[in-house]
């Protein structure tokens, strides 16, 4: 049986995309939400509408972490 190889480097760039665009993701929420040096006034004056972003992050990771397994894994079974 013949393997599919340009297929699977497809699918192994498209699973390190979608691993990069996660931690982008990640990078770009918290920067945002706990950013570095002291409050501006952006960030102070809507203080009660701020909300903590680790439950989404968590789950969005959690969501990712299990798409690029089970991707894997298939590839793997596909031997």
């Not at 990640?26 to 809507?46: D, K, L």
Request: glycine fraction near 6%; charge should be positive; include cysteine.
């Amino acid at each position: 049986m013949a393997k599919n190889r340009p297929a699977q480097l497809l699918l192994g760039i498209a699973l390190l995309a979608l691993a990069a665009s996660i931690v982008a993701f990640n990078v770009i929420n918290i920067n945002e939400a706990f950013g570095h040096g002291p409050p501006y006034y952006g960030r102070t004056t809507n203080m009660d509408k701020w909300f903590n972003p680790l439950p989404v992050l968590a789950a969005v990771d959690s969501l990712g972490v299990l798409v690029i397994a089970a991707c894997m894994y298939f590839m793997r079974r596909k031997r």
